[in-house]
């Protein structure tokens, strides 16, 4: 009986076989894929293998002839096929005519296809599905389809254009722009739409003109997209003709989108129509108007703001609020007291005005906020806490109903999490007392709140939380305890690593990795034996952070573990550095030179196969630096990523280093697709 192993390996075999063979052989008498062939190889791409349908994705590649691409376009079926899009975008320059006319053309694609390739006339929806899966491989190719899609949008045929013009779009960057310039003169309207929302994206001063002209178009939906994409260039050139738009446009929309982009562009002169639009007959007008002065910051429209709380829409109240949180004008104090005060409100509006006000930080809030916390509704008095902490006064912690000491338990949460923000160590008695709330979501956050006042007298209180009833809390105390870097709490964090929660032994091992201290190392080498593999990770890394060869003793067995887990543990064997360690990397390297690996690893990146991904993982783990870091970081293989975060952890003080360019950026299509 064949096993499902065996099976996999002879489909993998057929692939190469496919593939292989010599020139002669693998093309036919007019020069292109045997067709067969070729058939086989698409029909594998649908494989459940990876690795097979690698094989006969590489091999399509490879012979980019007119019948490949035609028979692997007319093989898509149902779906847009990720792998064949990927395969036609990898072929590049030679698939792109075909693929341009797949997309813009399919009436014509269907009559070339019937009458040279034997295939019966598609139906609409077969049409569609080649048109979807040419538009994206088109997307993919990117720059060098940009020449011959601007030829297309000279077509006669409207829809043609539109379909051109769209696909520019999506590709973007500079070298869209002249053809997406050009469209902007089409007698559509729904193309110059495209044209100008994806010049307003793409932001290219060259564009800045021809979408300021497009604002005294008579089509309605053209002024709109382009009063919007005139904001995105930030140029206060356009401040008086959207100022102008604002004020005499007969439609909703444009002024809608002219006051928005009077608000990106940040030009004080824009403050007055701006004002005036505050009562726009518009309700969205006035939204957009609002939202555009908290922007600016101008103080001028506090007063007009403030009357725009007593809109009569909500969300123009909401945005006016938000607005007068941004300009944070402390004669917005009286009014908004008034406004939170007034019961007749709406509840979630209240809670905004308490939420400005404690943006502002005047202490003529501290009575009324102080009010707040005993409203009926919990939303507003969890906000009012928030405010009150923000405000910074120390009596507001003493107050007899304090936001530690409310009723509701989610203020109390609320409270302890904003102290920890606010980072002031006054707050840590209350925080210390919270410990011992009734709820566990309380002493949760003060846990968390502890950890990051960095206060040394919650050492002890956060060790005895480590034996709370639930295991959140304990998980919090142990990560406040490895926050605060205190090496007294290195032996119940131990304690905890055998904790029967999964949480917790992985919150102490993350902890232990924080307090570096090396008395942990024997602890942590027996945890990665755990049988949850999140404590197993958490183990490695605090490893990774604290081990040196003098801390750990030659004889100790170093197992790199199960295969998540495989590069990461490899690191810190590379750090612990004892031959032994060494010893072991290369044992799980299965005879592989990682020097070599590691000698050539920008090779290996750029041909993409993922039989190689494992080795190059284990090279930068025992042989890496930091160029060789970067280039997997910014490879698109989501593990070689990873792999350099880890090592980063490890070697780095942090992985910002990583996010420069390699000197060699890897554009690879890792397995194909």
């Excluded at 489909?11 to 190469?16: D, E, G, H, N, W």
């Excluded at 890496?624 to 970067?630: D, H, I, K, V």
Aim: proline share 5%; with cysteine.
């Amino acid at each position: 009986m064949k096993t499902a192993g065996m099976l996999t390996f002879k489909r993998l075999a057929v692939s190469v076989a496919l593939a292989g063979g010599s020139v002669l052989a693998a093309w036919g008498i007019h020069g292109e894929f045997q067709s067969s062939r070729v058939d086989k190889l698409i029909a594998q791409l649908k494989d459940a293998d990876n690795r097979t349908a690698h094989v006969a994705a590489d091999a399509l590649t490879k012979h980019p002839d007119r019948r490949t691409i035609y028979r692997l376009l007319k093989a898509a079926e149902g779906r847009p096929d990720v792998r064949t899009i990927h395969v036609l975008a990898r072929m590049g320059e030679p698939a792109i005519k075909p693929l341009v006319a797949a997309a813009t053309k399919p009436i014509e694609w269907d009559t070339w296809l019937s009458r040279h390739l034997d295939f019966p006339d598609s139906e609409y929806g077969n049409r569609q599905r080649l048109h979807n899966v040419a538009t994206l491989a088109l997307i993919r190719i990117g720059a060098p389809a940009v020449k011959p899609l601007s030829l297309v949008l000279r077509s006669p045929d409207r829809d043609t254009r539109w379909q051109a013009a769209w696909i520019l779009a999506e590709i973007g960057g500079p070298s869209v722009v002249a053809p997406l310039l050009s469209a902007l003169a089409d007698k559509s309207a729904g193309v110059v739409i495209i044209a100008a929302g994806a010049l307003g994206r793409i932001g290219d001063p060259r564009a800045f003109e021809s979408l300021l002209a497009l604002l005294n178009s008579p089509d309605v939906l053209i002024r709109r997209t382009a009063a919007g994409a005139i904001g995105a260039f930030r140029d206060t050139r356009a401040c008086a003709p959207l100022a102008s738009l604002l004020e005499k446009d007969t439609d909703d929309k444009v002024r809608q989108s002219a006051a928005r982009s009077l608000g990106n562009l940040r030009d004080p002169r824009a403050v007055e129509p701006l004002i005036a639009a505050l009562t726009d007959r518009g309700e969205y007008v006035r939204v957009a108007a609002a939202d555009a002065l908290g922007k600016i910051g101008d103080p001028r429209a506090r007063p007009h703001l403030v009357a725009a709380l007593n809109d009569n829409a909500y969300d123009v109240q909401a945005t006016a609020l938000r607005a007068l949180g941004r300009i944070r004008d402390p004669a917005s104090v009286e009014p908004l007291i008034a406004f939170l005060k007034d019961t007749q409100r709406n509840q979630w509006l209240r809670r905004n005005a308490a939420e400005v006000l404690g943006r502002i930080k005047d202490s003529r809030a501290l009575e009324p906020l102080a009010a707040a916390l005993r409203d009926d509704g919990w939303e507003l008095s969890q906000v009012s806490a928030e405010a009150l902490l923000h405000l910074g006064d120390p009596w507001v912690l003493e107050l007899p109903i304090g936001p530690l000491g409310h009723e509701h338990s989610c203020v109390r949460e609320a409270a302890a999490y904003a102290l920890g923000e606010l980072g002031d160590t006054r707050a840590a008695p209350f925080l210390i007392n919270a410990l011992s709330d009734a709820e566990y979501e309380v002493r949760t956050a003060a846990a968390n709140a502890l950890g990051q006042l960095h206060d040394t007298s919650a050492v002890t209180p956060l060790v005895n939380a480590l034996s709370d009833a639930h295991c959140v809390v304990r998980s919090a105390a142990a990560n406040a305890l490895g926050q605060l870097g205190d090496t007294s709490a290195v032996t119940p964090l131990v304690s905890a690593l055998s904790d029967y929660d999964c949480r917790v032994r992985t919150a102490a091992a993350y902890a232990l990795g924080m307090l570096r201290d090396t008395s942990a190392v024997m602890y942590l080498l027996n945890a990665l034996s755990d049988d949850e593999y999140e404590a197993r990770a958490a183990a490695a890394y605090a490893l990774s952070r604290l081990c040196a060869p003098r801390a750990v003793p030659g004889s100790v067995a170093l197992p790199l573990g199960d295969e998540p887990l495989v590069p990461m543990n490899a690191i810190v064997l590379a750090r612990i550095g004892t031959p032994e360690a060494l010893a072991a990397i290369d044992k799980y390297a299965q005879g592989r030179d990682l020097a070599e690996v590691a000698a050539n690893y920008k090779v290996y990146i750029e041909r993409g196969e993922w039989d190689d991904t494992h080795f190059l993982e284990l090279a930068l783990a025992k042989h890496g630096n930091l160029e060789m870091a970067r280039a997997y970081y910014h490879s698109d293989n989501d593990s070689l990523r990873t792999c350099a975060k880890a090592w980063a952890a490890v070697n780095l003080p942090s992985d910002e280093a990583l996010q420069a360019p390699a000197s060699a950026r890897n554009y690879s299509t890792w397995g194909g697709w």
